[in-house]
């Protein structure tokens, strides 16, 4: 199974802050790497699809990216609706596995 | 606006067989890929596996092979059976679609039904 080690597991922070996760996957899998966030007692939500691309109403303040196999999530200004676990996922071969989820809470 | 609905028993015993249920509603079932994803208390979320009309099915190895997937096009559902279950199996599940957004050749699960909590115990 491709393994996807998500850094932090979690962190504290400000609003306005810029936030950054980490995702590291096992082999090379881009560009099928997948965010979803989840707020307590809620449905996870996709944020981005194929490293960087947006889903439909999802803010800019969002973004992805990637370096070898290291993949990114970037809120650039954090809003205290993102207050929420962020996971990441890799669609590149199944089982379809998900990073171990980053808590972001208020610092 | 396509949305899904998961059903079952919240309560099983262990050895016994889970049954859930996914309802369509919004569209056909004929028309995707669906899946279900559990997730553990306090814990990350698990790819169980996924299914489609035709009855091309894929599931997660982890599973042990205690689990199959079903589709009933006539009532717009489909279906997840695991097999000898045990404490384990505790979780919140899932049903999803999968779709690949775009021109894009990623999977992705973009629509969610609200979960339902099965509790493993005898």
């Known amino acids: 199974d491709i393994q996807m080690t998500q850094s932090p597991s979690s962190l504290s922070a400000s609003v306005g802050d810029r936030v950054t996760i980490t995702c590291r996957a096992s082999?090379?899998?881009?560009?099928?790497v997948n965010w979803y966030q989840q707020k307590p007692g809620k449905v996870p939500r996709l944020l981005i699809f194929?490293?960087?691309r947006l889903q439909s109403g999802v803010p800019s303040r969002f973004s992805g990216s990637e370096s070898g196999t290291d993949f990114s999530l970037i809120i650039s200004s954090l809003q205290p609706e993102d207050f929420a676990t962020y996971y990441c996922?890799?669609?590149?071969?199944?089982?379809?596995?998900f990073g171990q989820g980053t808590r972001v809470d208020i610092k | 606006q396509l949305q899904l609905q998961e059903s079952g028993p919240g309560l099983v015993k262990p050895s016994e067989t889970l049954t859930l249920t996914c309802s369509v509603s919004?569209?056909?079932?004929?028309?995707?890929?669906w899946s279900w994803i559990r997730q553990s208390p306090g814990k990350g979320l698990e790819w169980i596996g996924f299914?489609?009309?035709?009855?091309?099915?894929k599931y997660n190895p982890s599973l042990g092979g205690r689990v199959t997937t079903s589709l009933d096009t006539s009532k717009n559902h489909f279906f997840l059976t695991l097999n000898s279950v045990t404490a384990a199996d505790t979780a919140v599940y899932y049903c999803?679609?999968?779709?690949?957004?775009?021109?894009?050749?990623?999977?992705?699960?973009?629509?969610w039904g609200q979960g339902t909590l099965v509790t493993v115990s005898s």
């Open positions: 299914i489609y009309y035709t009855g091309s099915t």
């Open positions: 919004g569209d056909s079932v004929s028309n995707y890929y």
């Open positions: 996922q890799q669609t590149y071969t199944t089982p379809w596995t």
């Open positions: 999803a679609r999968r779709i690949q957004p775009g021109s894009s050749p990623v999977f992705v699960f973009d629509i």
């Open positions: 194929s490293i960087s």
């Open positions: 082999q090379n899998i881009s560009p099928f």
